[in-house]
C-alpha cells in the first residue's frame, strides 16, 4: 500500500508485517494523492509540484507532468494507458483536468472543472475505460474517452465533491461523497440518484467499493469510518 501526506513524504507499506517498506522524502514539500499503475509498473502521486510518476523496480521518477502546477487528484485507467491529472485552480486559473496517454506522456485533452478543493480529490475510471468521474464543485463531472467529450454533470450535492468511485463491475453505478456529510449513489446511464447514505456527522473525504462490489466505504472528518452493505445500507458498520 502506498500513502502520501502533507509532510512531503511518500510511504510503502507492507500490510502483512505492518510496517514501512520503502520510505522516499524531500522530493515534494505536499502530497494530495497517489494511485498504482493497474499493470504494476508505476506509481503516480498528485504533489504542490505537478504530478510524478515512479518505476517501482528503481524508485526513480519517470515522468513529470504540470510542473509547478498543484496536482490534487491523479488517476489510472484500468489499462494503466491513461493517467488522468487533476491540475488545483490557482491565481485564477479554473481547475483543469488532463488525460494523459501513457504510451508517450502526451496529453489526449484538457478540459475545466468547478471542483473547490483543498487536499482531497479522489477520481475514478469506469471498469470498461471509457468513463472518467471527478468531482466538480456540487456536481460530478463525467468524461467519455471514446467520444472525447464532457457528458452532462450529475447534480444533488448540498456542498463540495470530494471523491467518486465507480462500481467495479457495473459502470452504470457510480458513488460520490461530498462536505455536505452524504454518500449519493448514482445511476449515470440515467444521470439520476439512486440512493443516499447516511450516517456520517461531517464531510466525507473518501469513498470506495469492495472489489467485488459487495460494500462501500466512507471516511469523514468526523474521525470514523463506515462500511455500507446492500443488505444494511441503512445501518452501516463502524470500522
Known amino acids: 500500500m502506498a500513502s502520501v501526506g502533507i509532510d512531503g513524504r511518500l510511504l510503502i507499506w507492507d500490510l502483512e508485517q505492518r510496517r514501512v517498506q520503502h520510505r522516499i522524502d524531500s522530493v515534494f514539500k505536499k502530497g494530495y494523492s497517489v494511485d498504482w499503475d493497474p499493470r504494476g509498473r508505476y506509481l503516480a502521486v498528485g504533489t504542490n509540484d505537478g504530478a510524478l510518476v515512479w518505476d517501482i523496480d528503481s524508485w526513480e521518477v519517470v515522468h513529470r507532468h504540470s510542473e509547478g502546477r498543484a496536482v490534487l487528484g491523479v488517476a489510472w485507467s484500468p489499462r494503466g494507458d491513461v493517467l488522468a491529472v487533476m491540475e488545483n485552480a490557482e491565481a485564477g486559473r ?69 471523491a467518486v468511485s465507480f462500481h467495479p463491475s457495473n459502470h452504470r453505478f457510480l458513488a460520490s461523497a461530498g462536505r455536505d456529510a452524504e454518500v449519493i449513489l448514482w445511476n449515470v446511464d440515467r444521470g439520476e440518484a439512486d440512493l443516499r447514505l447516511k450516517g456520517h456527522s461531517h464531510g466525507v473525504a473518501a469513498v470506495e467499493w469492495h472489489p467485488e462490489g459487495e460494500a462501500l466505504a466512507t471516511s469523514s472528518w468526523d474521525g470514523t469510518c463506515l462500511l455500507y452493505t446492500s443488505d444494511a445500507a441503512d445501518d452501516p458498520t463502524l470500522v
Open 94 to 162: 479554473p481547475a483543469t483536468i488532463i488525460p494523459v496517454s501513457t504510451e508517450d506522456w502526451t496529453n489526449l485533452d484538457e478540459f475545466e472543472t468547478s471542483h473547490v478543493g483543498v487536499f482531497t480529490c479522489k477520481m475514478d475510471w469506469s471498469e470498461d475505460g471509457r468513463l472518467l468521474a471527478f468531482p466538480a464543485a456540487l456536481q460530478i463531472g463525467i468524461w467519455d474517452a471514446v467520444e472525447k467529450r464532457q457528458r452532462e454533470p450529475l447534480p444533488g450535492h448540498r456542498s463540495s465533491v470530494q
